[in-house]
């Protein structure tokens, strides 16, 4: 029973030691910080028996960020449990509402920590007429024990330009895959105010230059 009682707690030692900041932000891979204009993030950490759909903190002034899973043939089968989220298998979809202007392009990074016998690698959409292209992709082990599964993905992904809203899918397959929990920070490229003004101005001086050849 003691022995038992160790296991547990240790797997919520672990759980709780794998939710910090992704990795992507502390290897310093993706170059802004939280909060600056044009961006989104959004973090689930599953540690809770409540619905996982909207994450535990967030930041998406352009819509509320959800999750849903599914397994089998579309049936629901996962469940809560030793404080993570566990499915069997798990197939999930993250869809992230974006800035709706159509600026050049969006940079978007994905991390989720999880235990598993084998993964379907994330994918991100973003529908016809636009271009994705990968940029990043790790997946790593947590432990140096062979015998612990316990592994964390992280992807990177621009999208040219950037969409009104894109979608994350990504499985664990065979059984008792558990997912501890998952992160995604997104950046548009938004124009500086200050370079449309003198893109405007060069515009401008170009057309005066123009005028003033042609009455030459």
Do not use: H
Not at 93 to 119: A, C, L, R
Not at 140 to 161: E, F, H, Q
């Amino acid at each position: 029973m003691k022995r038992i009682f160790t296991i547990v707690c240790g797997f919520f030692v672990f759980v709780a030691a794998v939710q910090a900041v992704p990795t992507y932000i502390s290897d310093g891979l993706m170059t802004w910080q939280r909060g600056i204009d044009g961006s989104t993030w959004q973090d689930w950490t599953f540690d809770t028996a409540q619905n996982p759909a909207s994450p535990e903190q967030f930041y998406n002034p352009y819509g509320a960020p959800v999750i849903s899973f599914t397994g089998s043939n579309g049936a629901i089968s996962f469940r809560w449990k030793n404080g993570a989220w566990q499915g069997d298998p798990l197939n999930a979809e993250i869809v992230i509402p974006n800035n709706p202007q159509p600026n050049p392009s969006k940079t978007v990074w994905f991390e989720m920590v999880y235990q598993g016998f084998g993964s379907v690698p994330p994918t991100v959409y973003a529908g016809s007429g636009y271009s994705v292209d990968e940029i990043y992709s790790a997946d790593r082990k947590l432990n140096s024990n062979p015998a612990d599964y316990w592994r964390i993905m992280t992807m990177g992904w621009t999208i040219v330009p950037n969409p009104q809203l894109e979608w994350i899918t990504f499985s664990l397959v065979g059984t008792g895959g558990f997912l501890t929990s998952v992160s995604v920070d997104t950046l548009c490229i938004v124009p500086v105010p200050g370079a449309i003004l003198l893109a405007g101005i060069g515009l401008g001086a170009v057309g005066l230059t123009r005028k003033q050849l042609r009455r030459i």
